[in-house]
């Protein structure tokens, strides 16, 4: 297993959770064990890498098992695009923004001023 894994919480677009690894890729929720532990996967799994890169965590967010090999490049741009967009939709939602404003209208402004 690597040393240092840094392990981020964001969101998909569906609401879902999802988790960063170094900041360079992303693994999306695949299946919850009987002891409350969590299987992801990497979001490369269904493309054509076909990625078979895991990871499985308790439910205090500790690593059980790590297999990183993975098939593809690391995705920094992308994993970093979730983890911004995840700050701003929960920022929106602890603040007391108007309901009638939507996080995907005011991410997509405030964006490019953040240079992503």
Do not use: W
């Amino acid at each position: 297993m690597e040393e240092n894994i840094e392990i981020e919480i964001s969101e998909t677009n569906r609401g879902n959770e999802q988790i960063i690894i170094n900041k360079k890729y992303k693994f999306n929720l695949s299946s919850k064990r009987k002891d409350n532990s969590k299987i992801y996967k990497c979001t490369e799994y269904k493309t054509m890498n076909r990625c078979k890169s895991f990871i499985i965590l308790n439910d205090k967010y500790e690593i059980l098992k790590y297999d990183s090999s993975h098939n593809h490049l690391e995705k920094k741009c992308e994993a970093t695009t979730s983890l911004v967009k995840h700050k701003i939709k929960y920022e929106i939602r602890r603040s007391s923004v108007p309901f009638d404003i939507k996080p995907k209208r005011l991410y997509d402004e405030i964006s490019p001023e953040m240079e992503y």
